[in-house]
């Protein structure tokens, strides 16, 4: 692995709108040729923090470093730094050619080094042919592919994306994550990306920064954040999960023996845990199994009344309550459907690294 080199620093970023802090102290490194993502639910902040890194506002105190250059109080149109954001402003009245060469043609750069650089663009955003039409002859994802190109051209050394692609239907999304993390992949920017969709955030991203009211709750790998959430917050944010109520019974080197619903579960854990204490478990809906019959004994297993079954396509969702009420939502697929039916006794079971230990953060905001 070659050396990561540092492109941005945020450090001790504060910015308050009258009394209302909208980014509340955040420290983030971004490496070079990185694509990372801001994801979290609407008004956390976001877009303030990326307003802040573009020069667009100054923040209460804290700092920002691109390249190791303390850029803080610089001009946004001095700063090596683009950004694209969901309401795409394209000039009206100018074609795609004159649009995507607007930074340059403003920068006096030679016409045929212009026009170059546009075929470029053309053939990365796949709009070759389009050059003549106007915004208003285009579709929402050929005029965001528009806007990108114009970013693009003047090759920043960071690119801002703001929801870029939260106005485009379902399936027009799906196409351009693709597209748009390949051109980042070809042309090595740095990307810091933002988005409320969990999914999108998931498929694009080296690392994702979750966050909450102001502040980073887990900045970690699509897989990390996924597979080891250290918050209920950060675990229901993404993808479906059950958080139980345990009770820690025993404790030993990095396991615990957890007590849910009367069930005495084996549980891995790094942290100190005193036995009495009560504990958050968190299971993914997916990762559990199900089944009428007490055929596997797995050691992390409970016994429940299925209370609610639905056919769903590929998977069927299933609830079950245990004996102290507390339910589980398990999605199974239908491949090897069971003939399941609400009121019968079902076994539940998962394999003990599917089952997290998360913090309690639910009544925090
Ligand atoms: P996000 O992009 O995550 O939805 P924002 O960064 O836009 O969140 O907003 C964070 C919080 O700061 C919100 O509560 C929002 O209302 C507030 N806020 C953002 N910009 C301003 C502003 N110019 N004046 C006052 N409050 C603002
Ligand atoms: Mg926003």
């Known amino acids: 692995m070659p050396e990561k080199k540092v492109l941005l620093s945020l450090r001790g970023l504060h910015k308050t709108f009258d009394t209302q802090e909208a980014v509340a102290g955040i420290d983030l490194e971004v490496y070079e040729g990185e694509f990372i993502t801001l994801l979290g639910p609407s008004g956390c902040g976001k877009t303030t923090t990326l307003r802040i890194i573009a020069g667009l506002e100054m923040p209460s105190s804290g700092s920002v470093f691109l390249d190791g250059k303390d850029i803080t109080r610089l001009a946004p149109e001095k700063r090596e730094v683009n950004t694209v954001f969901q309401n795409y402003a394209l000039f009206p009245h100018m074609n795609v050619y004159k649009n995507i060469a607007y930074g340059l043609t403003l920068r006096g750069v030679d016409k045929n080094i212009i026009k170059q650089k546009v075929d470029e663009m053309l053939d990365l955003t796949q709009l070759k042919g389009y050059e003549k039409r106007m915004p208003s002859q285009l579709s929402g994802g050929q005029r965001q592919r528009v806007a990108i190109a114009r970013s693009l051209i003047l090759s920043p050394k960071l690119l801002l994306l703001d929801e870029p692609l939260g106005a485009l239907d379902l399936q027009l999304r799906r196409q351009m994550q693709q597209e748009l993390k390949q051109m980042q992949r070809t042309l090595g920017i740095t990307f ?162 599917s089952g997290v230990l998360v913090r309690d953060d639910r009544e925090e905001a």
């Not at 019959?293 to 609610?308: D, F, K, N, S």
């Open 192 to 353: 810091i990306y933002i988005t409320h969709d969990q999914e999108e955030a998931i498929t694009m991203s080296d690392r994702i920064a979750l966050m909450r009211a102001g502040r980073f709750v887990q900045l970690d790998t699509p897989r990390g954040l996924y597979e080891q959430p250290r918050t209920a917050f950060a675990a229901s944010f993404i993808g479906e999960t059950n958080l139980l109520t345990a009770t820690a019974q025993a404790a030993k080197d990095d396991e615990v023996l957890l007590d849910i619903a009367g069930f005495t579960l084996p549980c891995t854990c790094t942290d100190w845990v005193t036995p009495g204490e009560k504990l958050l478990l968190s299971l993914r809906a997916e990762r559990l199994h199900l089944s009428k019959t007490p055929v596997p004994v797995p050691c992390c297993r409970v016994t429940g009344e299925l209370v609610h079954t639905q056919y769903a396509g590929g998977e069927r969702l299933s609830v079950v309550s245990l004996p102290d009420g507390q339910t589980l939502r398990v999605r199974t697929s239908t491949e090897t459907d069971q003939d399941l039916a609400p009121g019968a006794t079902v076994y539940c079971w998962w394999n003990q690294e």
